[in-house]
Structure formats: structure tokens, C-alpha cells
């Protein structure tokens, strides 16, 4: 399907949610700058970056962390530091996203998502701390790529791990694609704030 350009009417600065949570501009420019960070064009009022790089204030500012797969350059501390939360097939072989050279975070039981999330909590805590006001967990659909070894409700209980910590800490939280999947629901069923489809501009 196509992506729609009609934005809906309403408030132009910062409303907030029932969470306590502060929103972007309705009808903000967004600048979505994984990677490298670089200067915003005239008229950007939402940026997202990495947790890695620096908001700007004035501007509505995302914070991007890889919640369910790990970073192609950080695989390697994952298997030394943690390879039971990385996924594998019974002969023991990572489960990779190998479009991006991911490995696949292991989600499948509570024990393993409540661990992983110890771990991610200080990322949201750098996010919080540095002034975003909102943070992207990406590859919300890992289930999708992980041989049959997950399922999407092991992605979204882990969602729910990480909204709940988000939202103690002031943070809006996203949506990443995953339409399909939650349909209406992401709002009611995790807490998402926000919802981002790569795919459009809105």
C-alpha cells in the first residue's frame, strides 16, 4: 500500500499523553538521521539520532536504539558477554537479520526478555539523560526473521518491558512499523505514544 500525506488537524506544539509524555509538533518536519549525525535542515522541528549522538534543543528529539537485534559492530561483545541472550538454532548457529548483519536478540521466555531489559535500561536511561524525548526500538518485528524460533506476542511482551521502563523515565515510545501486526492495537496493547513507518514521510 501507499502512504498517505494527509495529516490530520490539531494542536501544533507539544501535547502530551495520558503517561505524562511529551508529543512531537502535529505536521513537524522529521530529519531521521541513523548513522552519522549531521546539522538539520532549515525547518526540521522532530529529529531522530542514535543514543549515541547528541538531541538539539529547540527540536523534538528521538532517540534510536536496536532493542531486538543487536548492532553489527557490537555482535562480537554480545558473544562474549552475553551469548545466552542471543538467538540460535539447535546446532547452535546465531539467527542473523543478514540484510543488516544482525544477530537476533533472545526473547522467547521471560527470564531471557526481563535480562535483556536490564541491560537496555541503562540505554533508555542515556536517552533520558542527555534531554530526547522520545526512543525508538527497532526491529520490532525480529520474529519475522528468526527461523520460527519466535513469535511476534515474544516481541511484544518484550515491548512491554521496555515501554513500561520508557514511560518511567519521561520518555515517549514508538512504534516501528509492525502495522501489520498490531494493527490498532500497538496503543492499547503496548503503550506506544507514536508510531513510525519507515516507508513514509508523516
Request: contains cysteine; hydrophobic residues 35%.
Amino acid at each position: 500500500g501507499g502512504c498517505s500525506t494527509d495529516v490530520p488537524d490539531g494542536p501544533v506544539s507539544d501535547p502530551t499523553t495520558s503517561a505524562g509524555v511529551v508529543l512531537p509538533p502535529v505536521r513537524g518536519q522529521f530529519d531521521y538521521q541513523l548513522g552519522e549525525a549531521y546539522p538539520p535542515p532549515p525547518g526540521v522541528t522532530i529529529l531522530e539520532r542514535d543514543r549515541t549522538a547528541e538531541p538539539i534543543p529547540g527540536l523534538y528529539n528521538i532517540c534510536y536504539v536496536n532493542g531486538l537485534q543487536t548492532q553489527p559492530e557490537d555482535s562480537a561483545w554480545w558473544r562474549e558477554r552475553h551469548p545466552e541472550l542471543l538467538l540460535s538454532t539447535a546446532e547452535g548457529r546465531p539467527v542473523y537479520d543478514t540484510e543488516w548483519d544482525e544477530v537476533l536478540f533472545d526473547v522467547s521466555t521471560p527470564e531471557k526478555r526481563q535480562a535483556l531489559m536490564e541491560i537496555e535500561k541503562a540505554w533508555v536511561d542515556e536517552c533520558a539523560e542527555k534531554g530526547f524525548q522520545a526512543v525508538e526500538a527497532d526491529n520490532q518485528d525480529s520474529y519475522a526473521r528468526s527461523q520460527g524460533l519466535l513469535t511476534f506476542e515474544h516481541d511484544t511482551e518484550f515491548m512491554k518491558l521496555f515501554a513500561d521502563y520508557a514511560h518511567s523515565k519521561g520518555l515517549a515510545v514508538l512504534q516501528k512499523n509492525a502495522g501489520a501486526e498490531y494493527g490498532k492495537t500497538g496503543k492499547s496493547k503496548i503503550g506506544f505514544d507514536l508510531a513510525l513507518a519507515e516507508e513514509c514521510q508523516v
